[in-house]
Nanobody, 120 residues
Framework: QVDLVASGGGLVQTGGSLRLSCAVSGRTFSNYAMAWFRQAPGNDRELAAAISWSGAIIYYLPSVKGRFTIVRDNAKNTVYLQMNSLRPEDTAVYFC?????????????WGQGTQVTVSS
């Protein structure tokens, strides 16, 4: 079992910044990828950013590229999402995901969401 606790959401004005954190605990092992998804009301959940275990592979949703930065601290089992130049369309519940491939099958665990609201 892996537990994820997300934090750092809040209300911010357009152009502001927030930093989300996701702390991972339990039987985490190593070599797991982490990601941040987001879901706005009435929309599907979408992948905002992802990072491999080493940090060498990083993905960003095109609309957040250049504004969001995903980093991880494996010693602390924590992944961060620094969000700058926030826009109203970034308003969503943000979820972190743990993903690890074991013997060809994916093990995934989700954290609880943290609300990000950007006012215009």
């Amino acid at each position: 079992q892996v537990d994820l606790v997300a934090s750092g959401g809040g209300l911010v004005q357009t152009g502001g910044s927030l930093r989300l954190s996701c702390a991972v605990s339990g039987r985490t092992f190593s070599n797991y990828a982490m990601a941040w998804f987001r879901q706005a009301p009435g929309n599907d959940r979408e992948l905002a950013a992802a990072i491999s275990w080493s940090g060498a592979i990083i993905y960003y949703l095109p609309s957040v590229k250049g504004r969001f930065t995903i980093v991880r601290d494996n010693a602390k089992n924590t992944v961060y999402l620094q969000m700058n130049s926030l826009r109203p369309e970034d308003t969503a519940v943000y979820f972190c995901l743990y993903r690890r491939v074991v013997d060809g099958s994916q093990r995934e665990f989700w954290g609880q969401g943290t609300q990000v609201t950007v006012s215009s």
